[in-house]
T-cell receptor
Framework: AQTVTQSQPEMSVQEAETVTLSCTYD???????LFWYKQPPSRQMILVIR??????QNATENRFSVNFQKAAKSFSLKISDSQLGDTAMYFC?????????????FGKGTKLTVNP | GAGVSQSPSNKVTEKGKDVELRCDPI?????LYWYRQSLGQGLEFLIY????????KSGLPSDRFSAERTGGSVSTLTIQRTQQEDSAVYLC????????????FGPGTRLTVL
């Protein structure tokens, strides 16, 4: 079974600074998908970024980028120029493309606080 | 366009009662997923639908839980004889097609069983 580990339950960063959230996963699959979702206090899970395992290039979305290390099974999220609105729970998630079950497997989450 | 909607936003019920939670996916999305988010267990998959059929029900915790989807659109998650351990946020997500397409989430229903 696939597992996702987020080793940082809580983190804080000053506004305008850069922060990196860690995520590791365990799988025997060769092709899969990785996601970072953001969940603010409103509870709405919002997709931040998506990475296909077969792509070597790291995904980026504006201030958000990932460092995908397939051999190490690591998928960290870097937030540049942190903003107060980035305060939220961040979940790393894994999805296999095999087996006919395209469910997301989530990590326990990292609570990020951006301080003014 | 409109996102995934869920109702009710909050539900408080007494132990032993039945509850129904509703999910309206994004228009045109064929796949629909239910997840449960609780303090102790984190986010866990419950069931997913492709059209009106449910190929994977492996995450339903007991036979008190059931779900259906009609017309390839709205889905209802039913919990019978609720227990206190059912208290959680129930999240629904939809994706355009089944498979590895990105899932978009609704705001969830917070269920509290007294």
């Amino acid at each position: 079974a696939q597992t996702v580990t987020q080793s940082q339950p809580e983190m804080s960063v000053q506004e305008a600074e850069t922060v990196t959230l860690s995520c590791t996963y365990d799988t025997s699959e060769s092709n899969y998908y990785l996601f970072w979702y953001k969940q603010p206090p409103s509870r709405q899970m919002i997709l931040v970024i998506r990475q296909e395992a077969y792509k070597q290039q790291n995904a980026t979305e504006n201030r958000f980028s990932v460092n995908f290390q397939k051999a190490a099974k690591s998928f960290s999220l870097k937030i540049s120029d942190s903003q107060l609105g980035d305060t939220a729970m961040y979940f790393c998630a894994f999805m296999t493309s095999q087996g006919g079950s395209e469910k997301l497997v989530f990590g326990k989450g990292t609570k990020l606080t951006v301080n003014p | 366009g409109a996102g995934v909607s869920q109702s009710p936003s909050n539900k408080v019920t007494e132990k032993g009662k039945d509850v129904e939670l509703r999910c309206d996916p994004i228009s045109g999305h064929t796949a629909l997923y239910w997840y449960r988010q609780s303090l102790g267990q984190g986010l866990e998959f419950l069931i997913y639908f492709q059209g009106n059929s449910a190929p994977d029900k492996s995450g339903l915790p007991s036979d008190r839980f059931s779900a259906e989807r009609t017309g390839g659109s709205v889905s209802t998650l039913t919990i019978q004889r609720t227990q206190q351990e059912d208290s959680a946020v129930y999240l629904c997500a939809s994706s355009l097609v089944w498979g590895t397409d990105t899932q978009y989430f609704g705001p969830g229903t917070r269920l509290t069983v007294l």
